[in-house]
């Protein structure tokens, strides 16, 4: 048979597992919003990339799905999404979120005729059209929401008889193609109500079951294929007989299986065909073959089951395949750009191991491939051959160890190897043999020790070996003689590490070798001299990490080490170095491996997926699995610039080679949509009566809320299906945040106690490569204030001041801000008993407790002036003095927690920066203090609560955050102090946080009550990816 075309095919999955409500799926739709749906045997799915929603029937709801077992779905021109169940037909109502079911009703002619619904379909006058098995043609009258059923008349003799539909067709010329079961294909003309039967063979009989029909489809070039239980039957435009493709035992490349259920075009014109246990085939109409992809059950990438029911290409150019047994596969045609070599997928040849070491290819294009624990490989790609070299007891001449570290070619005959543990190896490539070089004790000029690394090979016969703890060894290929050079402490000028991780050559006379702890070194071949170059602490312009595993002259001459702390691009003028780490957008920064292309960009392997380093802008664009790639793991020093100018890297799950210049952006801007709103972290429903929202969210324009409505949440999503998790987002609620949040994949926003107003919320959005709608979308937000605040309620209240309404709303105003204001005097009062407690509790502690220590300790260091103390005793003296003060250190610390005496002595400022300082010191976490002046400008019981609040802001930091760098910044302004406390921590969702029920500090719901007694303002933005930000502001 020959070779399927896409010898890379990969497929993802979404199974139950990932939330799919059951595994028989039969059929998918793109809507016009961009959400993708699947029916299933069990319930409807609509996914938008983050999440699946389920429909299901509910028998107690009559606007639920009519039945869980969803045959077919179709959206109209006028948008209307229709669903065919095994008992009824269902109208999607977006706006509230619900159906319409329409069922056979035997007392209403106008019902629709049968209620196991099959195909749904459009023609070019809007007519839609139903195909029932039970009930026949259908036809649905929009304007007065009935249905006229057709009757076929395929017998000849004008009785009325029931065909069972199972799928109906528009072509593009406006023929009703009706597909039935066991009636074969009909076409029916709407304008006289005549059925036709269309004759696709005269070799079977009527009742076979090639008069059973499960599809018709019409491709771009006006094809029309015939899908059935005994073949596929093609008709090509402009002819009128149809061509039979049935399966034949002896020919490889005829259909799969005659159980045929559906031809597909995608937009690159290739014609897809499913069966109904045979898998899927890429059909070639011009040569009429086909080309089978089944499921593997030992590759994870194929298909994971081969019964196929339905296809779909969605905006973003992704194909769906809807299996009967494993749910959905997910085919990225971009991933067809990476050739993937691993040990599962044997239509590339038959590698043994996932585990790649090194890669090299030599001068007739061969590509030779070291692996971790299968020893090395030889891939032919032209003829798509892998060849191995294992390990062989029998084998004198073999490898003797499967761990290749690295290869390398002195000629087009010789390939020199390392083999971790066992030295040094040439292979004669003519012959097929191995000689091995070790390290022997007994004999001189030997390998300096037998884990090689790296391999450099000189023009001149010399050939540079670095090792994992032997240092720099030089062979010379005619004597056969190593010299060593290794680390002396007694020599400046030698190797700075024995423990060599990469070689570069640069022009004739410098090696440049990257060590483990010992930087990087620059050997001077002339001088024999090692010039070492090390990290410095403080000096942001030296090696950013002595561990310097990767390096790379580019085509501009200059050097890069990869490091296991990020990347460096060394200045050979001045000698110092450029960093780039994982906050410049490195996705790690253990660097692997280095590679330049032929566009100048660099390449980067790391611990956490690939990078493109444009020097230019200095920016990056990262890749990982998710993109197609092996993983997102790769190993050290494995990667390979081929003559083609192709990419190899190679990891744990084997390796791939690309052409940069083919793996081009996603230009497709998503659509931008709200999903859900919540109040109090719940869903809020659709309904007229009292609710929030009297449609769906996503369909809403603006909501309106009341002040009661203190948290409430959005969730949107970008509708791009590439790599969903890839897509970011932003939001601002216009009115309140000052900037665009940007909250990286995470699609939800909270919003806390905003104040009575109109607000606008916005969110855009971006694809997997970062393409950004920037228009997105928009929702106005009204949220109004208690009746006491509203203009009506005071202007009623001062026209009726003199009547008895004016009084009794009067009163009731009273009352409330009468309760209000006993609230504040109470919280305020306890707040003062509180603080006199601590005051006085802190005095005692100083004042009584802190005073007898210190005497206790006087006389303790006076008696020591005693001629007659021993020294057994003095030494006991020594150690009770030394444990009073450190009791009276703690009896301190305690005291200046319970009561802010700095306040006092210092004023606020120095007060909340001795804060910053003790928490610094004793956790060593960088706090950075900056303050205008505002000493004297509060209230000292405000200032006490501005103290206790930032007390506790940092005590949660260091409790919680994670963080090793927090900001404290304090400003002022004519009319108002602010407190702004940040951290790089992990963050928290304010959606979740709750006020502290362990009795430790008072959590946000204490900070925000001290903070409403002196009208004050709090803001709390807090992100995974950004830490946390409060902000505390007071009215001067």
Known sequence: MKPFPFKNIKFEKITTEDGLSQSSTLFILQDYIGFLWFGTQDGLNRYDGKKIKIYRNDPDDEKSLSSNYIRCGFEDKFKNLWFGTQDGLNRYDRERDEFIVY???????????????????????????????????????YQNNSFENYLSDNEGDNSSKKIKVNSVFCDSKGILWIGTWGGGIQIFDHSNQKFTDVILTDKHPPNSSISRINSIYEDSSGNIFISSNLGLFVRKNNEESFIHFTNESENKNSISQNLVSFVFEDSTKNLWVGTREAGLDLFDLNEQKFYNLREEKDNPYSLNSNSIWGMLEDRSGILWIATNTGGLNKFNRKFLLIDHYCDKLKSVGNLKSNLIRSLYEDSEGIIWIGTLDKGLHRLDRAKNIITNFTEDENAPDCISNNNVSFIIESDKNTLWIGVDLDGLWKLDKNTGKFKQYLNELTEKNILGQNTIVNIVYDNDGIIWLGTLGGGLNKFDMRTEKFTNYSFDANDKLSLSSNRIRYMIKDG???????TDHGGLNKFIISEQKFYCYKNEEGNTKSLSNNNVISLLKDSSGNIWAGTTGGLNRFDKTNKTF????????????????LLEDNEKNIWISTNFGLSKFDPKSETFKNYDARDGFQGNSYFHLCGLKLKSGELAFGGGNGFDIFNPEDLSDNQIKPNVVLTDFLLFNKTVPISENGSVLNKSISLEKEIGLSYKDSVFSFEFVSLDFTVPGKNLYAYKMTGFDKDWVYSGNNNQATYTNLDPGEYIFRVKGSNNDGIWNEEGVSLKIKIKPPFWKTLWFKGMG???????????????????????????EFTKRLLEVQENDRKR???????????????????????????????????????????????????????????????????????????????AGSTGISFIFNSDKIDKLLKSDVEISLYRIVQECINNIIKHSKADSVIVNISRSENELSVLIS?????FSLAKVKSNSSGHGF?????????????????VNSSAENGTEVKITVPL
């Open 841 to 919: 509790i802190s005095a005692e502690l100083h004042d009584s407790i802190g005073s007898d220590l210190l005497i206790s300790k006087n006389k303790l260091q006076m008696s020591l002036k005693n001629p007659e103390i021993t020294e057994s005793v003095g030494k006991n003296i020594n150690e009770v003095s030394k444990i009073i003060t450190d009791t009276l250190k703690d009896v301190r610390e305690i005291s200046y927690s319970l009561h802010p005496y700095q306040i006092e002595r210092l004023g606020l400022s120095k007060a909340i920066q001795s804060i910053s300082d003790r928490a």
């Open 578 to 593: 450029k960093r780039y780490t994982l906050k410049d957008g490195l996705p790690n920064d253990m660097i692997y491996k």
């Open 1003 to 1019: 959590g946000l719901k204490g900070i925000s009550e001290r903070i409403r007694l002196f009208n004050g303002k709090l803001e």
């Open 798 to 824: 001062m026209m009726a001041v003199a009547g008895t309404a004016a009084s009794f709303y009067n009163n009731k105003l009273k009352k409330i801000e009468k309760e209000q204001k006993a609230q504040t």
């Open 508 to 514: 004739k006379d410098t090696l440049w070798i990257g």
């Open 983 to 987: 951290d790089n921590g992990v963050g």
């Open 103 to 141: 069922k056979n009703d035997e007392r209403n002619k106008n019902s629709i005729s049968g209620n196991q619904i099959r195909s749904i379909c459009q023609d070019k006058n809007l007519n839609l059209w139903i195909g029932t098995y039970d009930g026949g043609l259908n036809r649905f009258d």
